[in-house]
């Protein structure tokens, strides 16, 4: 891979800082009236999830992280495994709870993910942008709670817990974005 410069810093790049890769969640270039240019950015370690709020001065460069993503089918989960297949040459893959994070949260069984290799390790796993699933429980809604706005708790049938407006009842299905966690509409 080539190296990346501070000028060329933007949202989702990778780069390697301390042996490991990292995503640039934020970026700001600030040219103060006095003294050197630098970048006020916020990283996310790939490997660990932790993020950091750096300053780096401007003209620093760094090696671009060899990130590749593969278009993966989910299969099962015994609990502590997620179990997913190459939708190209079909070859199946285990990956642990720890690195699907999040993702856990909104994939059902043949969902088709991106999953992102460091080299040969998998470092993440990207759900769909946009998913429907089904609410199985959530309180029912109270006569006279009519005020603007107000939500309640829904749980989804991966276990997620998701705000929706009180007219939201259990069975329905919702369209979710799983960027944010946010429910956007219902869908049929």
């Known amino acids: 891979m080539g190296t990346i410069d501070t000028s060329e810093f933007r949202k989702k790049a990778k780069i390697i800082f301390e042996g490991q890769p990292w995503i640039i969640v934020e970026n700001d270039f600030v040219k103060p009236g ?109 006569r006279g709670d009519t005020a603007n706005n107000v939500t309640k708790k829904a749980k989804l049938e991966t276990g997620a817990e998701v705000n929706v407006p009180f007219f939201i009842e259990s069975g329905m299905k919702l369209k979710i974005d799983t960027r944010t966690g946010e429910y956007l509409q219902r869908s049929t």
Do not use: H
């Open 34 to 142: 006095k003294g050197q240019a630098f970048n006020r950015t916020k990283i996310k370690n790939l490997l660990t999830g932790r993020v950091l709020d750096k300053t780096f001065k401007s003209g620093e460069t760094f090696e671009e992280a060899d990130i590749s993503t593969v278009s993966m089918q989910y299969l099962y989960s015994d609990g502590t495994r997620y179990s997913f297949m190459n939708t190209q040459n079909y070859e199946q893959i285990e990956i642990s709870g720890e690195v699907m994070d999040d993702a856990k949260d909104w994939i059902l069984e043949n969902a088709v993910c991106e999953v992102m290799f460091w080299g040969e390790k998998v470092i993440g796993v990207v759900p769909p942008t946009f998913v429907d699933l089904i609410v199985t429980y959530t309180e029912p809604a109270v």
